[in-house]
């Protein structure tokens, strides 16, 4: 796996495969400087937690959800966090999160799980705070998949 992180910065982004988080309902445009972006990689590790909440999200389209939802959201995001925290088996993981791309990137995981666990727990992290600020300003955020 690439550098896992959430990229704040539209002049970060190289190419156009990248999922964008939107504050506010989808306007018809991309790339604002309000939103957070994520490798489709990146973002599928969030998928089943934001399914529990959100069962019409796909990371292929345009999906809608509201602040309360995302904040419930978050809060299993925080758990996704914490359980990462124990280093668990890569069978136990695989209940909780998903890898977009299968055999590449649960192997790079398995050979470098300290390293790219911290890195996840760091991208859920800011994502979460991100999540939690723009929910105070806005009633929905939107997710337009890659």
């Known amino acids: ?3 896992i992180k959430m990229i704040d910065d539209v ?8 999922v964008e988080v939107q504050p506010g309902r989808y306007t018809g ?12 990689e990146v973002f599928g590790l969030f998928s089943q937690a ?9 990371l292929w389209g345009v ?3 509201t602040a ?11 758990k996704l966090a914490d359980f990462l925290h124990t280093y668990p088996e890569i ?3 695989e209940t909780r999160m998903t890898f977009v791309y299968e055999e590449e990137n649960k192997k790079d995981f398995v050979l470098n799980q300290k390293e790219i666990t911290a890195q996840i727990i760091d991208a859920i992290q800011s994502f979460v705070v991100w999540i939690k600020k723009t929910c105070q ?3 929905s955020m939107t997710i337009l998949g890659v």
């Open 63 to 65: 999906t809608k959800i």
């Open 29 to 40: 445009e991309f790339w604002s400087k309000d939103s957070v972006y994520f490798t489709d």
């Open 137 to 139: 300003t806005h009633s």
């Open 68 to 78: 309360d939802t995302w904040l419930l959201i978050a809060e299993e995001l925080n």
């Open 50 to 58: 934001i399914h529990q909440y959100a069962p019409a999200y796909s």
């Open 1 to 3: 796996m690439k550098t």
């Open 11 to 18: 002049q970060e982004l190289k190419g156009t495969c990248y």
């Open 91 to 93: 069978e136990d993981i």
